[in-house]
């Protein structure tokens, strides 16, 4: 490789080692932290990097690794998750949007391909950032998580015919007709799946009983490069064909190791691709048409969600439900680059075109966060439902005094709950987990759909009589604001929390808990005491040694103790300043 070329390569890495962590700091995706250090570079930035093509080359491997390992999520087993009302929701999503789409570019004179390019690009949303942040606020589970991961895997599935519609719009500009690429794209899937189907698992299971790893990764390289070639020589986009290869692989038992083996690879290319993105966005265009960007993004956000609005309410939603749908999925997707930097390389779209909506999907994909945000809670306000949930809480709970509340019905949660169950102990149990309240009304626990951290779900928990609230969440950030609220609105309450491990007691101490437990320390110390026991150690040195590590740990307690008991003490104080009705003396 060319000396220039390792240091156009270094300069990325570095920017990149700047950017993204610059980007989370503002709590921005990683794509953005790309897309900005590669404009930063790039000849429209700094000009540190002014020939792309080297890089771009490179970069191309980082869109066959992504369309890759989109395929390779698609077994049946994920989509089996997609309902029929979801899944045609779905489709009318993708089939209502690009023909609105195109149908207004159509009118503001844009020619057929590039209508058709952008129209299918804009259609798509971010799986990466929707499917990010529906984890973090532990809403996958929830009607809206499922019917938003519905639409998005209907999306994943579409990306093939996509990228052969890229292909075909390329070629409606020159003497090729459009219908030889989607003739050949058909074909050349066809064989692709003959061979995956059958030959395909016969190479993986014969790499796999040579047990040996690397050979295992360069088999997998190998399926992934001859499907793009294929394809290529096809004339077809070797991204489709890495498409087609994970679709392929994702039905066998090897599924997980070559997702496992491959991941490294795609990252590395795949952070090169959109720094190349970043690279090709023309400051010139973007402050010139500013004005025309922004309402680019007004026209897509508004577009996206009216249309997503009408057909959730057509499959039945309610109309908060629906809206937060329609935000949530307003905003362009990863996917919109690919098939940008795809039709600019075949004159389906102009360059100049490709430089005004990079920038409109970016800004979308950053505003993705906060439109999910709003949309949940405009459809809050307008259906309450965990106040209409509240009442059978209100009813578990009438006449419980010094009952335990319990936070949180993951397995730390249940075992609790079983174990107080046993002792005849009164407690409540509360999640707003769909998935583990089920699993938790399965094994016969009195838990209940409610968001835990509501002053009006702690009202209706009877908190104010409860002894103890036992905050155990897999969330450490939702942990905190649970435990900071039960502290503000009942200081008398002893508060027991679930600590991620030991570094994440500080946190939770300050934030009102009385003792912080570490779920990692715990099981380190039961995983131990096996250990030492199968390698002969005597029990009572087992027992000595993991005595002397739950001291050092209790210390570590006690020593962010005192704030605990100053609340502790703030809180008797007032009790019986309630009761006397006089202030106790300062002392």
């Given at each position: 490789?060319?000396?220039?070329?390792?240091?156009?390569?270094f300069l990325i890495l570095t920017a990149a080692v700047i950017a993204v962590p610059l980007a989370h700091r503002l709590r921005a995706n990683s794509i953005i932290g790309f897309l900005i250090g590669g404009f930063c570079i790039g000849p429209f930035g700094f000009g540190l990097i002014n020939e792309r093509q080297e890089i771009a080359t490179v970069a191309e491997l980082g869109v066959v690794f992504l369309l890759f390992m989109i395929g390779l999520e698609l077994s049946r087993e994920r989509l089996r998750v997609i309902g029929g009302r979801f899944a045609v929701l779905g489709l009318f999503q993708i089939g209502v949007s690009m023909a609105v789409l195109f149908a207004g570019l159509a009118v503001l004179g844009f020619s057929v391909p590039s209508a058709v390019v952008i129209a299918g690009a804009l259609a798509l949303s971010s799986t990466a950032i929707i499917l990010k942040q529906l984890s973090d606020d532990r809403q996958l589970h929830t009607k809206f998580g499922r019917a938003a991961l519905a639409i998005l895997l209907i999306q994943d599935v579409a990306v093939g015919p996509f990228l052969i519609m890229v292909q075909a719009a390329g070629d409606a500009g020159t003497e090729t007709s459009p219908w030889v690429s989607i003739l050949t794209g058909i074909g050349a899937v066809g064989i692709l799946l003959l061979i995956g189907r059958y030959l395909l698992p016969r190479l993986f299971r014969y790499i796999?009983?040579?047990?040996?790893?690397?050979?295992?990764?360069?088999?997998?390289?190998?399926?992934v490069l001859a499907a793009s070639t294929l394809t290529e020589v096809a004339g077809l986009s070797m991204a489709l064909g890495?498409?087609?290869?994970?679709?392929?692989?994702?039905?066998?038992?090897?599924?997980?190791?070559?997702?496992?083996?491959?991941?490294?690879?795609?990252?590395v290319f795949l952070s090169l691709f959109f720094m190349s993105v970043g690279m090709s966005v023309n400051a010139d265009i973007v402050f010139t048409q500013f004005g025309t960007i922004v309402l680019w993004l007004i026209a897509l956000i508004g577009t996206k969600t009216a249309l997503l609005f009408v057909l959730a309410l057509m499959a039945r939603f309610e109309k908060g439900s629906a809206l937060r749908v329609g935000m949530s999925l307003a905003a362009g997707g990863e996917f919109a680059f690919v098939m940008l930097a795809l039709a600019a390389q075949n004159g389906a779209i102009a360059p100049d075109l490709v430089a005004v909506m990079i920038p409109v999907v970016a800004l979308s994909m950053a505003l993705t966060p906060t439109l999910m945000t709003v949309g949940q809670r405009i459809e809050e306000k307008l259906h309450p439902k965990e106040d209409d949930q509240l009442g059978p809480i209100e009813a578990e709970t009438d006449g419980f005094q010094q009952h335990v509340l319990v936070i949180g019905c993951g397995r730390v949660g249940r075992v609790l709950?079983?174990?107080?169950?046993?002792?005849?102990?009164?407690?409540?149990?509360?999640?707003?987990?769909?998935?583990?309240v089920s699993r938790g009304r399965a094994e016969g626990l009195p838990?209940?759909?409610?968001d835990g951290s509501?002053?009006?779900?702690?009202?209706?928990a009877h908190t104010d009589e409860a002894k103890i609230a036992v905050v155990a969440l897999g969330n450490p950030h939702a942990t905190e604001k649970a435990v900071a609220l039960l502290r503000h609105y009942y200081p008398h309450l002893k508060i027991f929390a679930r600590a991620q491990d030991i570094t994440h007691i500080g946190p939770l101490s300050r934030s009102g808990a009385d003792a912080a437990i570490p779920e990692v320390l715990e099981t380190g110390l039961r995983l131990s005491d096996h250990v030492l026991a199968a390698c002969d150690v005597p029990q009572e040195e087992i027992d000595a040694e993991i005595a002397k590590f739950r001291r050092a740990d209790m210390l570590l307690m006690?020593?962010?103790?005192?704030?605990?008991q100053r609340r502790k003490a703030e809180a008797a104080d007032a009790k019986k300043t309630d009761k006397s009705g006089t202030v106790p003396p300062v002392s």
């Amino acid at each position: 490789m060319h000396h220039g070329v390792l240091f156009e390569l270094f300069l990325i890495l570095t920017a990149a080692v700047i950017a993204v962590p610059l980007a989370h700091r503002l709590r921005a995706n990683s794509i953005i932290g790309f897309l900005i250090g590669g404009f930063c570079i790039g000849p429209f930035g700094f000009g540190l990097i002014n020939e792309r093509q080297e890089i771009a080359t490179v970069a191309e491997l980082g869109v066959v690794f992504l369309l890759f390992m989109i395929g390779l999520e698609l077994s049946r087993e994920r989509l089996r998750v997609i309902g029929g009302r979801f899944a045609v929701l779905g489709l009318f999503q993708i089939g209502v949007s690009m023909a609105v789409l195109f149908a207004g570019l159509a009118v503001l004179g844009f020619s057929v391909p590039s209508a058709v390019v952008i129209a299918g690009a804009l259609a798509l949303s971010s799986t990466a950032i929707i499917l990010k942040q529906l984890s973090d606020d532990r809403q996958l589970h929830t009607k809206f998580g499922r019917a938003a991961l519905a639409i998005l895997l209907i999306q994943d599935v579409a990306v093939g015919p996509f990228l052969i519609m890229v292909q075909a719009a390329g070629d409606a500009g020159t003497e090729t007709s459009p219908w030889v690429s989607i003739l050949t794209g058909i074909g050349a899937v066809g064989i692709l799946l003959l061979i995956g189907r059958y030959l395909l698992p016969r190479l993986f299971r014969y790499i796999a009983l040579l047990k040996n790893p690397e050979l295992f990764a360069i088999g997998t390289l190998f399926v992934v490069l001859a499907a793009s070639t294929l394809t290529e020589v096809a004339g077809l986009s070797m991204a489709l064909g890495a498409f087609i290869a994970g679709v392929m692989l994702a039905e066998t038992e090897f599924r997980h190791q070559i997702e496992a083996d491959i991941t490294p690879f795609r990252g590395v290319f795949l952070s090169l691709f959109f720094m190349s993105v970043g690279m090709s966005v023309n400051a010139d265009i973007v402050f010139t048409q500013f004005g025309t960007i922004v309402l680019w993004l007004i026209a897509l956000i508004g577009t996206k969600t009216a249309l997503l609005f009408v057909l959730a309410l057509m499959a039945r939603f309610e109309k908060g439900s629906a809206l937060r749908v329609g935000m949530s999925l307003a905003a362009g997707g990863e996917f919109a680059f690919v098939m940008l930097a795809l039709a600019a390389q075949n004159g389906a779209i102009a360059p100049d075109l490709v430089a005004v909506m990079i920038p409109v999907v970016a800004l979308s994909m950053a505003l993705t966060p906060t439109l999910m945000t709003v949309g949940q809670r405009i459809e809050e306000k307008l259906h309450p439902k965990e106040d209409d949930q509240l009442g059978p809480i209100e009813a578990e709970t009438d006449g419980f005094q010094q009952h335990v509340l319990v936070i949180g019905c993951g397995r730390v949660g249940r075992v609790l709950a079983r174990l107080l169950k046993t002792r005849n102990i009164p407690y409540v149990v509360i999640d707003s987990d769909a998935l583990q309240v089920s699993r938790g009304r399965a094994e016969g626990l009195p838990v209940y759909f409610a968001d835990g951290s509501r002053p009006e779900t702690f009202r209706a928990a009877h908190t104010d009589e409860a002894k103890i609230a036992v905050v155990a969440l897999g969330n450490p950030h939702a942990t905190e604001k649970a435990v900071a609220l039960l502290r503000h609105y009942y200081p008398h309450l002893k508060i027991f929390a679930r600590a991620q491990d030991i570094t994440h007691i500080g946190p939770l101490s300050r934030s009102g808990a009385d003792a912080a437990i570490p779920e990692v320390l715990e099981t380190g110390l039961r995983l131990s005491d096996h250990v030492l026991a199968a390698c002969d150690v005597p029990q009572e040195e087992i027992d000595a040694e993991i005595a002397k590590f739950r001291r050092a740990d209790m210390l570590l307690m006690n020593e962010l103790a005192p704030r605990t008991q100053r609340r502790k003490a703030e809180a008797a104080d007032a009790k019986k300043t309630d009761k006397s009705g006089t202030v106790p003396p300062v002392s």
